[in-house]
């Protein structure tokens, strides 16, 4: 079946997903044909990885030692942290090194230490693989847990770039006790050690630079020990190098993520209904950060088991074949109705489309 003879008003929903799979397959296939290397999966996922971790300690090094101003090393190590989170996604997906354990688990540790904000990658596969399952209900822990189904407002936006104010903020609104050790129980277990070191000097870093900053508009500049003072020359560098870009790339990641994801009106099962095409120009800011999520994670939801760098070549035809099933595309009403299909009225009064 091709783009001319396929008729969406005919097609079911799940007719129409396996259209738009069968077509992108298509161009995966004619893209490797055209250029045979794209058939070294492993040697390009590793050759990636290379390039970021580089990247990051080379840019890390010319700030430490003076060649570069700090916001350019923050942004480049965003930029490479990006890099490593598409591997990571497609590594839960066992895109690389399949049958070598030992490479694949490498991979899977090093893409963990350049993003020291995230939780434990093997946890995060049973969530993610049950992200495909649920996507869109209340059973998808992983995207409830970056605001998919918030409404906005201060909490939600808190929450969406700090993974443990994320956490805490659940935490108090949990009506039980035993919900509170649950939450605190399952914060520690998928955090540590990493996302709790992170988050931690996080803190530190801003605790110290604002009690300064009050200090010295009162006038009384506070005193600090010289071991303070030593510890935080080390949490500064690290803000710069690997923290402040983690949690710029988080923000960006999870904001895209979040409202390009649908929740709450989604028919299980139902990929048409999951995700839209977000690709707003003013939202590029944001999609330098997460490697241009918001346009091609939607291809991936239906056509798995292709890696990120194809999904970023087979987009534009992804793209069209996707709108003409019904995909949306730049669906901003989402922002106001907490990432839902329709609004409440309409959604309970019938069926959503899809």
Same mark, same amino acid.
């Given at each position: 079946?091709?783009?001319?003879?396929?008729?969406? &008003? /005919?097609?079911?929903?799940? =007719?129409?997903?396996?259209? +738009?799979?069968?077509?992108?397959?298509?161009?995966?296939?004619?893209?490797?044909? =055209?250029?045979?290397?794209?058939?070294?999966?492993?040697?390009?996922?590793?050759? +990636?990885?290379?390039?970021?971790? #580089?990247?990051?300690?080379?840019?890390?090094?010319?700030?430490?030692?003076?060649?570069?101003?700090?916001?350019?090393?923050?942004?480049?190590? *965003?930029?490479?942290?990006?890099?490593?989170?598409?591997?990571?996604?497609?590594?839960?997906?066992?895109?690389?090194?399949?049958? =070598?354990?030992?490479?694949?688990?490498?991979?899977?540790?090093?893409?963990?230490?350049?993003?020291?904000?995230?939780?434990?990658?093997?946890?995060?596969?049973?969530?993610?693989?049950?992200?495909?399952?649920?996507? %869109?209900?209340?059973?998808?822990?992983?995207?409830?847990?970056?605001?998919?189904?918030?409404?906005?407002?201060?909490?939600?936006?808190?929450?969406?770039?700090?993974?443990?104010?994320?956490?805490? $903020?659940?935490?108090?609104?949990?009506?039980?006790?035993?919900?509170?050790?649950?939450?605190?129980?399952?914060?520690?277990?998928?955090?540590? !050690?990493?996302?709790?070191?992170?988050?931690?000097?996080?803190?530190?870093?801003?605790?110290?630079?604002? *009690?300064?900053? $009050?200090?010295?508009?009162?006038?009384? !500049?506070?005193?600090?020990?010289?071991?303070?003072?030593?510890?935080? &020359?080390?949490?500064?560098?690290?803000?710069?190098?690997?923290?402040?870009?983690?949690?710029?790339?988080?923000?960006?990641?999870?904001?895209?993520?979040?409202?390009?994801?649908?929740?709450?009106?989604?028919?299980?099962?139902? #990929?048409?209904? &999951?995700? &839209?095409?977000?690709?707003?120009?003013?939202?590029? !800011?944001? =999609?330098?950060?997460?490697?241009?999520?918001?346009?091609?994670?939607?291809?991936?939801?239906?056509?798995?088991?292709?890696?990120?760098?194809? /999904?970023?070549?087979?987009? /534009?035809?992804?793209?069209?074949?996707?709108?003409?099933? %019904? #995909? /949306?595309?730049?669906?901003?009403?989402?922002?106001?109705?907490?990432?839902?299909?329709?609004?409440?009225?309409?959604?309970?009064?019938?069926?959503? !489309?899809?």
């Amino acid at each position: 079946m091709d783009g001319t003879s396929a008729s969406p &008003q /005919r097609m079911n929903a799940q =007719q129409r997903a396996a259209h +738009i799979r069968e077509v992108v397959l298509a161009e995966g296939v004619r893209l490797r044909r =055209q250029h045979p290397w794209l058939l070294h999966q492993d040697a390009l996922g590793a050759g +990636i990885l290379a390039f970021a971790l #580089v990247g990051m300690i080379g840019s890390a090094a010319l700030y430490i030692m003076g060649y570069m101003a700090w916001w350019a090393c923050l942004l480049l190590n *965003a930029f490479f942290a990006s890099l490593t989170h598409e591997l990571e996604h497609d590594l839960i997906h066992s895109m690389y090194f399949r049958k =070598q354990r030992l490479a694949h688990n490498l991979m899977m540790g090093l893409v963990w230490l350049a993003r020291p904000s995230t939780i434990n990658p093997w946890i995060r596969r049973h969530l993610h693989l049950n992200h495909h399952k649920v996507s %869109g209900t209340e059973a998808d822990m992983e995207e409830r847990a970056i605001t998919n189904g918030e409404p906005w407002g201060i909490p939600r936006l808190l929450m969406v770039g700090d993974n443990m104010m994320s956490a805490l $903020i659940r935490l108090l609104r949990a009506k039980t006790w035993r919900h509170r050790f649950s939450i605190l129980k399952r914060v520690l277990l998928v955090y540590a !050690p990493l996302a709790l070191l992170h988050w931690g000097a996080w803190y530190v870093f801003l605790g110290f630079h604002a *009690a300064n900053g $009050i200090a010295s508009l009162l006038g009384a !500049p506070i005193e600090w020990s010289a071991g303070t003072l030593q510890m935080m &020359q080390v949490i500064d560098i690290a803000a710069v190098v690997i923290i402040g870009p983690n949690v710029l790339r988080t923000f960006c990641l999870h904001f895209v993520s979040s409202n390009m994801h649908y929740y709450g009106d989604v028919e299980l099962g139902n #990929v048409i209904q &999951q995700t &839209q095409v977000l690709s707003p120009w003013w939202m590029w !800011p944001l =999609q330098a950060f997460c490697f241009n999520f918001g346009s091609t994670h939607g291809i991936h939801h239906f056509v798995v088991k292709e890696p990120f760098y194809i /999904r970023q070549l087979t987009a /534009r035809v992804a793209h069209e074949v996707m709108a003409e099933m %019904g #995909v /949306r595309f730049n669906d901003f009403g989402t922002f106001a109705r907490a990432n839902r299909l329709e609004p409440l009225a309409r959604a309970q009064g019938g069926k959503s !489309p899809g």
